[in-house]
């Protein structure tokens, strides 16, 4: 690469549906027309392209989707991603991986094998399971270079800057020394509202968006033990005002042609005041009056009045975290609900015409028969309203989690694997061997 040009990046989105390996099965699901992008990778090609850095980028549920439902075998796809970044990598460029654990296991096994195919490249990951497992992972894995981990807004100019920065100064880097050890710097603050990068959706080259999913914020004020979503965004709790979701919206319909908005955000609804100030804005604003949207709402203080309301302003659907029908669970895992509250909140949206999807999840380890009589009762409840979806999953330890830390030492694997992570038949023979191999990275697979 001459000395004058930018910078090469390429960056491979995560894998959403590769768990999917028979193709009569992805096409009963319609998953080929659902597809959509992650945002986090899109925000990472958006500071790349503000910071002068010349990208491309793979979107692995696309080529996915083409490599199965084109008569391949699902097992060599890691091998067709790898293939497909040898050819297109111009020399000595950085290949940026995004991560989840669903489909960490092809994440590593394309890098293993792009690493032997193009040493020039410089291969690093990050996202949620990355970030999650830095250490462990750089340890196992050799051929991962870096991981930055986290948010990246103000971590990712200063790992471009590796020239004149010492890699022990970037936030959230996890990197090797001369030596070889494995060292993890602390993570960046959270990034302000204002510092927020929008991500380049004109990258998308997929499905039209629809609908088309809006970052509303980040982060979320609880601490459920199941999950690990609030410890990636440290706790901070970060929402966008309504006049700045207007906003963007707005924006986007002068570049998008949609008549669907998702708010991508784990408590889209957490200041029920913020929320109605919202519905209001959106139904006057010329802009989006027209639109339906959706979003994650937690099920408390949902009275008759703010449902209408939810419908009213176009809110189509919510999806809804109760977990569990046992009001002891509730305080056991965090989750801190009232369940009658709850499932009040569930059936005034039913009401009100919201369509809702509501998650349980059954095996925490201190569950009893009671209580999982409880949930069991709670989610047929769930079952006989309008509109209502109920979802069980079996609880899987996530890293990052506090049931991670509690049952690390205690994990099993067997072929029933909770939905969180693993929605179809069998693992490919590789990636089995991979998560028996690593438990402590792929905890998201076992009990």
Known sequence: MNKSSPPSWILVSPGHVTEQTDPSTFEAMGLKDSLAPALGIHVVAEILRQEGVHISLLQTDLLYAAHLLGGQDPADFSTLLAERIRRQAPVGSTVGFSTICSSYPLTLSTVEILAKLRPDLTLILGGPQATATAVETMAAFPSVDAILGGEVELSLPEFLAAGSVSPGEIPGLCWRDDSGDVHLNPAAPPVELEDFVSPALDLWDGPRLEPIPIEAGRGCPFRCRFCSTSGFFQRRFRLKSPKQLVEEVTALRKEHSFKKVEFIHDNFGANRKQLRQFCRLWTESKATTDLQWSCSLRPSKVDSALARLLKESGCHSVFVGLETGSERLQK????????????????????????????????????????????????????????????????????????????????????????????????PEENLEQIQRYPEIHSAFYA
């Open 332 to 427: 056991v895992i965090g989750k801190d609900l009232d369940v009658a509250e709850a499932l009040e909140a569930i059936e005034e949206l039913s009401a009100a015409g919201v369509a809702a999807s509501v998650s349980f999840i059954v095996g925490f380890p201190e569950e009893t028969a009671q209580d999982l009589e409880e949930t069991l009762d709670a989610y047929s409840r769930c079952m006989e309203l309008p509109g209502v979806s109920p979802q069980m999953q079996v609880l899987s330890p996530l890293p990052g989690s506090s049931y991670h830390a509690q049952c690390r030492e205690h994990l099993a694997l067997d072929s029933h694997y909770s939905s969180m992570v693993h929605q179809s038949g069998g693992l």
